[in-house]
């Protein structure tokens, strides 16, 4: 549960792909990722805008799932709650999306 008196310093991470300026947030003390248009709910952002990328959408995504998340919270559709279906997420995203970008 993300509490009152965690300290309020966010990371913040260079995710390009979607754009080029794309911004991810990271709460390490909570465990909580703020992504923007990188990834969704069984979904990623899209790419063909200009200067989108396919392949840095890949390597920002694959750097997320690296983290230790157990709130993701993307720019549009529901938040991923629990750290197993944060993963079973960037898992999926990654299995069903990557092999078209």
């Known amino acids: 549960m993300i509490r009152d008196t965690y300290p309020r ?15 991810t ?3 390490p003390e ?17 790419t063909d805008f200009p200067q989108g ?9 694959r750097r997320l799932a690296e983290l230790e ?3 993701l919270f993307p ?3 529901q938040m991923i709650r629990g750290r197993q279906a944060v993963k079973n997420n960037f898992r999926m995203v ?4 990557f ?3």
């Open 9 to 23: 310093r966010l990371q913040v991470l260079h995710t390009p792909g979607h754009s080029p300026g794309s911004l």
């Open 25 to 27: 947030f990271y709460w």
């Open 30 to 46: 909570a465990k909580a990722l703020f992504t923007g248009d990188v990834i969704f709910a069984a979904s990623l952002g899209r």
């Open 53 to 61: 990328s396919g392949e840095q959408l890949k390597a920002s995504i």
């Open 69 to 71: 998340v157990e709130y």
């Open 75 to 77: 720019g549009h559709m």
């Open 94 to 97: 990654m299995d069903t999306y």
């Open 99 to 101: 092999v078209y970008l």
